[in-house]
């Protein structure tokens, strides 16, 4: 799922591979969905890391589930522009949730300083909340640029 991802958003790769790409996006969606529905049960379970961990990490899962479909959605309604965007939160939502989780686990001086529960705790939110967050800007102020090029293009110099 991680390693498709890049494929995925590369515009060259996807023009000239769009089945390869549809393809892709089906199994992308498929191992997500599995990932996602076991982080939400895990997230649930006493002994995954305390309960502020497993609530970050069944939100990691239920965001993710939502961003998928909502991706799956706007390609069903032909709308690329949409599609792309949330599918940008779905790989954002795994590969920070899922592959960042392990890296905050093996930073000995953070785990010497705060404690390891502190650290899940951080990790069950900060690896997928904040990158989400930066996406969603980064998403937004492309959306702002392109409304704001109409305008110029049509003022004479």
Known sequence: ??????FQFWTGFRMRYLTLHTWLGRIFLATGTFVAS??????LLPRT??????IGLSLNGLFWLAAAAMAYYAIRLRN????????????????????????LANIPILVRRIGIHAVNDLSGWLLWAAPLMIAEVIIQHRRLRKMRRPGRANTPA
């Open 49 to 54: 890391g305390g309960i502020v961990m497993g």
């Open 80 to 103: 690329i522009p949409q599609h792309k965007e949330w599918m940008i939160r779905t790989y954002v939502l795994a590969c920070n949730g899922i592959v960042g989780d392990r890296i």
């Open 1 to 6: 799922m991680i390693f498709t991802g890049p």
């Open 38 to 43: 076991s982080a939400m049960y895990l997230g």
